[in-house]
DNA sequence: TTGTAAGCGTTATCAC
DNA sequence: GTGATAACGCTTACAA
């Protein structure tokens, strides 16, 4: 029956159906009309295959039921969860998801953000780095992990909690001398917090500790020639270590096997993020578990409160400490 | 300057920079217009920050510039990496990513594609498991390991030449009584034709092999159960297996190991995907790589292509074997 | 070259 | 309750 090349729209629909056009558009909006021509029109439209144009909705309306998600990379554990409960998130409120990768890079996190606001996207949640990103405040934005002014609402875990606990954990565990290590990007953001809140536990509690904290540019080589210079006889002098992210604690915990220092025997391991083996499902090291489905939720609830303003700047979701086979009370399970 | 509540239009543009809307438009799609013009509308734009509206466009070129990438999960390592170079391949052709994550559901998939229909993409790419898929072919579709019909491109890796591969490296391997095990989906794909391809290498070469097919609905339990029931004395009477999935490779070799059959000494072990460990980036196990890279750019380059129709219905891209510890070679290195 | 006006598919405001 | 009609922001003939 279709003999018109592009796809039908609610002109069609109306001829098809024998009404005028806005009746159509009120069988497609919810808006009353009469029973008879509602059939009509759900039929006709069936026959043609007729799907509303959101594009020509969102000229008109300006909504576009679409969010724009900003992510360095997908392929990271943490970044793939995060995106995935997100999406997930955002389907639930009947929103669409627009993907953004930055590949970590600073000009493409600005280039993003340009384009899906080409796109009209309703908002925007982005995990970025770059400092002197330019928010247009006309558009709802959230942003993860890193705060950028109190009108731009920043989620994420409880980073400084989170050292706290690692701190107080070790301490618990027996530990009397601790180490914090950190590699990360240069740019500050809300994880650095998770060193202050270590450190913040030590010095309460008067524990000894010492902090080593690199660029991620460098590489990880600066944290395990540290490792190896303190080595003296073989033996290790610091018997508990908080490692700002997992990887990092994985990456430490193989050097100090490579080196002969037996974990958690003589030195306990804890990481940040609460990542699993994709394979095992179990956890890669003793870590702070971040909230990463709370996080997604709580970044697409504010995105799209009507009042975004009247929250608070920074939302801190809180984080618990779970045991992965670094830390010595694992014996007796977790 | 803006009193204008709302973002700012070609018309105030054009207002801004007292020439007319078409100037504007001509402007910012490359067409040739007064120099003077150009800057004076420039510069208006910019002061305006003006950003030209997607939207509106496309209802009049029929064109969004924005593909609907359409996938399971973002969790999984393949599922992630796939989503992350198919987003960078439309990227760097200029297109946006519309992601849609079906959670293996087959309903949802349905859905998804309707939805991102009614946002007028230009094209979808989706790895689906819905036989009855019902794909209107007005819109470019390409599918991923799974063929619907001629009409539907499909790209995936050389399952069938991945299969033989295996087996071939097995039997140089000096392996002699072969296995072949398989957990996947209950609906038919291309990644079937992995055990074909195994199965028919080792027919041709009189190779005795044996094969175990599941469905993932049922976990991998069936799997370890038939080997537990393989064991006699401690000794397993397969000396290779090929497994359809990296994943399930682990899994069986983290089974082998737990009853004591040593591999790769006393069993060897090939995969399918090619994952790395995300910590370690070393690979999981010895395994026949996916060109997840290739499919994506190809998927891309199929989608956009002008005519589609000329290409031919499936195009399998090549994999290769890479040593991962479960196979005997790797003493002497990779 | 520049300006004008029609129209893309939809919604919303009206008379009917 | 139903049906014309004017926008929405943009592109694109076509006229100036």
Not at 45 to 72: C, E, M, S
Not at 132 to 158: E, G
Not at 159 to 180: R, V
Request: net charge negative; aromatic share 8%; glycine share 8%.
């Amino acid at each position: 029956m279709r003999t018109k090349s592009s796809a039908p729209t609610m002109k069609d629909v109306a001829q098809e159906a024998g009404v005028a056009l806005g009746t159509v558009s009120k069988v497609f909006n919810g808006i009353p009309v009469g029973e008879s021509y509602r059939v009509r029109v759900q039929e006709a439209a069936d026959r043609l295959g007729y799907q509303v144009n959101n594009y020509a909705r969102g000229l008109k309306t300006n909504k576009t039921f679409t969010a724009a998600v900003i992510i360095p990379s997908t392929t990271h554990p943490f970044f793939s969860l995060l995106t995935e409960e997100l999406s997930r998130a955002l389907s639930l409120r009947g929103y669409r998801t627009l993907l953004a990768i930055t590949s970590f890079d600073l000009a493409s996190e600005q280039q993003c953000i340009e384009m899906v606001r080409q796109n009209k996207v309703d908002g925007i949640i982005a995990l970025t780095y770059n400092p002197d990103l330019r928010i247009d405040d006309s558009l709802p934005f959230v942003s993860i992990d890193r705060f950028y002014s109190a009108s731009i609402p920043c989620v994420s875990s409880d980073n400084y909690g989170g050292g706290q606990l690692a701190a107080e954990k070790l301490h618990s565990l027996g530990c009397k001398n601790l180490l914090f290590l950190r590699s990360g990007s240069s740019v500050p953001g809300e994880p650095d917090k998770r060193g202050a809140g270590f450190e913040a536990y030590c010095q309460l509690h008067r524990l000894s500790s010492q902090s080593l904290r690199i660029d991620d540019t460098e590489g990880i080589r600066p944290i395990l020639d540290f490792i190896d210079s303190q080595i003296r006889d073989g033996h290790f002098p610091f018997d508990g270590i908080f490692c700002s992210t997992d990887h990092l604690a994985v990456d430490v915990l193989n050097h100090l096997t490579l080196r002969g220092i037996p974990c958690p025997e003589e030195v306990q391991l804890i990481g940040f993020d609460g990542l699993k083996d994709f394979f095992t499902h179990k956890p890669v090291c003793s870590t702070i578990v971040q909230p990463v489905s709370e996080m997604a939720r709580t970044a697409v609830d504010i995105l799209l409160s009507q009042d975004r303003f009247r929250l608070s700047a920074l939302t801190c979701l809180p984080v618990r400490y779970q045991a992965g086979g670094t830390t010595r009370e694992d014996v007796s399970g977790s």
